[in-house]
Every structure is written in structure tokens, then in C-alpha cells.
């Protein structure tokens, strides 16, 4: 049964941080893992989607690791802005189960002039 | 292009009462999908649409059901709504069922009194 989990829960940061998110995922026999943002009462916008076959994925400010063998994503985010806060979630397959994603609770982020 | 959309944003009903979500997903996308974010719990998967028919569940009851149409659009309904149904229910589309990313919509906000 595939477990997601996200350190930190919460994040507070100056602007300009460079930060790392983390996901760990309990079934490695992944074919993808997706990262997404999700601002309050908002729905989620996708981020960045990692394939099994890829180690990493790259958009703007963003950068996404994926390790299967330890069943660990990094989301990195450069130079991070007020506008980056927000909530940022990963997501990974269930097992056996293509489109049936199971999310982890979140990292909530609050980037500060 | 138009993303996914939901309507309606909110909807107010009363124990007992059914209620009817809708969600149009982006041109091209047959896969539909059907999350529920209740506060304290995350995201949770409820029904994953393809081709008009119903591909996966989640671990939800009966009550909880839907269909897609012709046109890939889906419905959600609800019957029998209890007060722990209120939650933000988000509906996500996918250019096939597999490894695409999911694009999601902005949700409707269910409150049940």
C-alpha cells in the first residue's frame, strides 16, 4: 500500500532562500511522481511531473529529484519569492494502480519580504 | 485553451439532501478524475473516469457515484449527504488514463449543514 509523506509540514523563509522540499514514498515501484501547488481554497496546479526512467526535472526556479531505490523526491526551489507561498503537495501512484494518486499531506510555505 | 472547470463553486445543502458536481475537462482529455479534500485529511481518491466508463474507486460508499459523458465531461453525485461530506471536491483530467499530468480544476466547495 503506498504511503506518501512530506517534511517539512510547514515552512517560514525570508526572501531569496533557496529551499528543499521533501517526499517519501513507501512503494518504489513508481511510474511517475507529480509535484503540485495548491493556493488557499484553490485547486492544485501542477508543477512538475518525473517519470520513473528520469532522476530529475527542471522548471524555472524549480527542480525535481526523483530516487526510487529510497523512495525519496526533493522539490528545489531557487531564490524563493513571496509569490511562492503556498501549499505544495507530491503525489505518487498506489500500487497496481495507474491513476489512483495518492497525495501527501503538504508542505506549507510562507516566504516573507 | 480553457483548463478544467467546475461548477458549481459552492454549494450549500442540508443532511439528507443529494447533491449534483459538475466538471468539464480540458479539449482533448477522456480521463476524468475525482478527488475530495476534507480539512484534516488531505486529498483522498474517490472515482477515475475513462471513456465513459468507471475505471477505479476509492474507498468511498455507495452514495457516492457518477458518470461521464459523451463529451468526457463528468458528474458527480452525492446522495444522502452527512455533514462530514463537506469538503472541497476537485476534479482533475489527464490526456489519457497512465503517466500524463493531471491538470485540476478550481473545486466546489460542499457545505453541508
Known amino acids: 500500500k503506498q504511503e506518501v509523506t512530506q517534511i517539512p509540514a510547514a515552512l517560514s523563509v525570508p526572501e531569496g532562500e533557496n529551499l528543499v522540499l521533501n517526499c517519501s514514498f513507501t512503494d518504489s515501484a513508481i511510474y511517475n511522481l507529480q509535484w503540485f501547488r495548491q493556493d488557499p481554497g484553490k485547486g492544485l496546479t501542477s508543477l512538475l511531473l518525473i517519470q520513473s526512467s528520469q532522476r530529475e526535472q527542471t522548471s524555472g526556479r524549480l527542480n525535481a529529484s526523483l530516487d526510487k531505490s529510497s523512495g525519496r523526491s526533493t522539490l528545489y526551489i531557487a531564490a524563493s519569492q513571496p509569490g511562492d507561498s503556498a501549499t505544495y503537495l507530491c503525489a505518487a501512484p498506489t500500487s497496481g494502480g495507474y491513476n489512483k494518486l495518492i497525495f501527501g499531506a503538504g508542505t506549507r510555505l510562507a516566504v516573507h519580504p | 485553451e480553457a483548463g478544467v472547470t467546475q461548477s458549481p463553486t459552492h454549494l450549500i445543502k442540508t443532511r439528507g439532501q443529494q447533491a449534483t458536481l459538475r466538471c468539464s475537462p480540458i479539449s482533448g482529455h477522456t480521463s476524468v478524475y475525482w478527488y475530495q479534500q476534507a480539512l484534516g485529511l488531505g486529498l483522498q481518491f474517490l472515482l477515475w473516469y475513462d471513456e465513459g466508463e468507471e475505471r477505479n474507486r476509492g474507498n468511498f460508499p455507495p452514495r457516492f457515484s457518477g458518470r461521464q459523458f459523451p463529451n468526457y465531461s463528468s458528474e458527480l453525485n452525492v446522495n444522502a449527504l452527512e455533514l462530514e461530506d463537506s469538503a472541497l471536491y476537485l476534479c482533475?483530467?489527464?490526456?489519457?488514463?497512465?503517466?500524463?499530468?493531471?491538470?485540476f480544476g478550481s473545486g466546489t466547495q460542499l457545505s453541508v449543514l
Open positions: 482533475a483530467s489527464s490526456l489519457i488514463g497512465g503517466s500524463e499530468k493531471l491538470f
